[in-house]
């Protein structure tokens, strides 16, 4: 088995992977208790987090799982991109167990931990596919060809997706990670009215730009009213306790309304990039992945084009360390990045798929 370790952000995470791909554990230590009221991740916090849960998720992993670590074949560790001191936490850990257990560790980028993802759930996914990794600091729409080729066909060329429904949820007044929240809020208002713009419309590009939205939304909050800057953020539970009101409509429909708008956005994206490539599988994966709105959004492209839609099961679209473990056990059987070496292993806050030059789309 393979052991992974992802501390990339504000997640401390734990996976156990068997040689032939079962999935043996899957641990997740949320430290949102400790971000979220200051509207973000705090990256020192993040880091001391990291260095306190990684050792008890260890010993608890241990017991849970009732494995013998004599067992472990290597350490997987996401190396970049990401904080850096949470990084570095995680790497010097991973380096520290394969020592200890003399065992090579595997580097894993976690982009591409993301971009594979939706594998850990749909046996029957192939390459090649087009992929959209959309968390809160990337994305990138990807033709996926195979275990490390990959072609960037877009990126964003300001915030990432996930960034901009943190920053939306943020001037609605909701606590970090605003995501889920438009999603729930979303769903629960079908008919939202406002218009906002499409970026980047008429354009000839596949890169996605999501800064104009954020000025949008501030204006139709402002206009409205709803504008929060100095408030205490709240969760969605407190959102629903509030009884109703003008106010609290208007709320939903901004969130809505936003929702509409990034579903079509990344519909077509996913449309055009499927004209230029004539692909037949799509999937998206990362944080965002987990939204019900655009998951409906591609998965009626899909119908259309009559092609196969992919994503990962919740859990796996947000930081978690099965796909770290996924991406490793792959390299691992094709006898690639195996790093005998590891001592020189450093963590980066960008990997080669963060920085990769887009592909020619004509
Ligand atoms: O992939 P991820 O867990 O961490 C990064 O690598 O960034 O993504 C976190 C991002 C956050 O911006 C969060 O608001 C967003 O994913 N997110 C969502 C949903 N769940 C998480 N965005 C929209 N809808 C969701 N259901
Ligand atoms: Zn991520």
Known sequence: MILAIETSCDDSAIALIGMDGTLIANEISSQIDFHEKYGG????????????????????????????????????VTYAPGLIGSLLVGVSYAKTLAWVHDVPLIPVDHLEGHLLAPFLDNPDLQFPYLGMIASGGHSHLVVAKG???YELLGKTIDDAAGEAFDKTAKMLGFKYPGGPIIDRIAAEYPSPDIKFPIPLQGKKTLNFSFSGLKTAVRNAAMERGVYKEKEKLISYDEFQAQSESDHKNNVRNIAASFQSIMNK?????????LKKTGLKRIAITGGVAANDGIKKALGELAKKRKINFYHPTRKNCTDNAAMIANVALRYYIEGRNIDQDFLKLNASPRSPLSVMPLASVD
């Open 41 to 76: 991740v705090v990256p020192e916090i993040a880091s001391r987090q990291h260095s306190t849960t990684l050792p008890l998720m260890i010993r608890f992993i241990q017991q849970k799982y009732n494995v013998n670590f004599k067992d472990l074949k290597a350490i997987a």
């Open 147 to 149: 275990l490390g080729n």
């Open 265 to 273: 956005i990344i519909y077509r994206r996913f449309d055009e990039a």
